[in-house]
T-cell receptor, first 114, second 113 residues
């Protein structure tokens, strides 16, 4: 069974630009969450989607947005990039349905804003 | 406001000995806890979890202990192996039925051969 796939793996953007990151969850998983990891900050929750609906949102500005498609694939968009947005962005997929199951992470997209 | 805290940024242990990683949380409503391991340039890998209705869960060399009254959980690795060297994150779920996890800042474990 294929794992969580994130594309691209690495990205360099200029301040002010926008970026879209993609995540394909494990087949059969309906919940997709996004996290930002920066040095010393651990993983910060961005948002979670389940069946195309945003179910939870973290404390990030409106420049960070996401969506989920009918096949459970998800995209995350960051507009008007700032230097502080440089981070590893991780996507995690879960079966969903509220069971006590773990989330499986992709390898992440390393975003560098210059 | 860090609701999940890992106060030790790093830990060194001799191969074959026990590694104990600690995690404290502030919200008594957390109902599910997980430990993840992360190698550089890879995503976190799930290790072990525990529901708030239990106080211990064991899986091979890994055991997680939960002390609800102290709002503390710990991960024991016995025996420690060099391949266990990684960053370990604890995570807590604040609301049942969702997959929003609150993560700690991680502890870097180095197992010395």
């Amino acid at each position: 069974k294929a794992g969580v796939t994130q594309t691209p793996r690495y990205l360099i953007k200029t301040r002010g630009q926008q970026v879209t990151l993609s995540c394909s969850p494990i087949s059969g998983h309906r919940s997709v969450s996004w996290y930002q990891q920066t040095p010393g900050q651990g993983l910060q929750f961005l948002f979670e989607y389940f069946s195309e609906t945003q179910r939870n949102k973290g404390n990030f500005p409106g420049r960070f947005s996401g969506r989920q498609f009918s096949n459970s694939r998800s995209e995350m968009n960051v507009s008007t990039l700032e230097l502080g947005d440089s981070a590893l962005y991780l996507c995690a997929s879960s079966f969903g349905g509220g069971a006590n199951t773990e989330a499986f992470f992709g390898q992440g997209t390393r975003l560098t804003v210059v | 406001d860090q609701q999940v805290k890992q106060n030790s940024p790093s830990l060194s242990v001799q191969e074959g000995r026990i590694s104990i990683l600690n995690c404290d949380y502030t919200n008594s409503m957390f109902d599910y806890f997980l430990w993840y391991k992360k190698y550089p340039a890879e995503g976190p890998t799930f290790l072990i979890s525990i529901s708030s209705i239990k106080d211990k869960n064991e899986d091979g060399r890994f055991t997680v202990f939960l002390n609800k009254s102290a709002k503390h959980l710990s991960l024991h690795i016995v025996p420690s192996q060099p391949g266990d060297s990684a960053v370990y994150f604890c995570a807590a779920r604040p609301t049942s039925g969702t997959y929003k996890y609150i993560f700690g800042t991680g502890t870097r474990l180095k197992v010395l051969a």
